[in-house]
Nanobody, 121 residues
Framework: QVQLVESGGGLVQAGGSLRLSCAAS????????MAWFRQAPGKEREFVAS????????YYADSVKGRFTISRDNAKSTVYLQMNNLKPEDAAVYYC??????????????WGQGTQVTVSS
């Protein structure tokens, strides 16, 4: 298992930006695929973005493409989510997740405690 600690959430006006960080420990960071998920009140947790071990391949949900950027610094065991042009519908608790390649995002994944992002219109 991996321990994950998110930071960087907060209140921002629509159109603004935030950068989330997630610090990992407990396993070789460069072995893991890292991802961000989010969950809004009354909704299921949804995939936002992921990044492969080397950082060379990234995936995004259609709803955030062109606005969010996921990146990682393997030397610092940290993954980031740069969020630009935020919209009220982006408001949610954002969770960092880690897992080995091919293992998916089910029970075997490690999850952070979440960080709240609030977007005012």
């Amino acid at each position: 298992q991996v321990q994950l600690v998110e930071s960087g959430g907060g209140l921002v006006q629509a159109g603004g930006s935030l950068r989330l960080s997630c610090a990992a420990s407990g396993r070789t960071f460069s072995s893991d695929i890292m991802a961000w998920f989010r969950q809004a009140p009354g909704k299921e947790r949804e995939f936002v973005a992921s990044i492969r071990e080397s950082g060379s391949i990234t995936y995004y949900a259609d709803s955030v493409k062109g606005r969010f950027t996921i990146s990682r610094d393997n030397a610092k065991s940290t993954v980031y989510l740069q969020m630009n042009n935020l919209k009220p519908e982006d408001a949610a608790v954002y969770y960092c997740a880690a897992n080995l390649p091919g293992a998916g995002w089910g029970m075997s994944a490690s999850w952070g405690q979440g960080t709240q992002v609030t977007v005012s219109s």
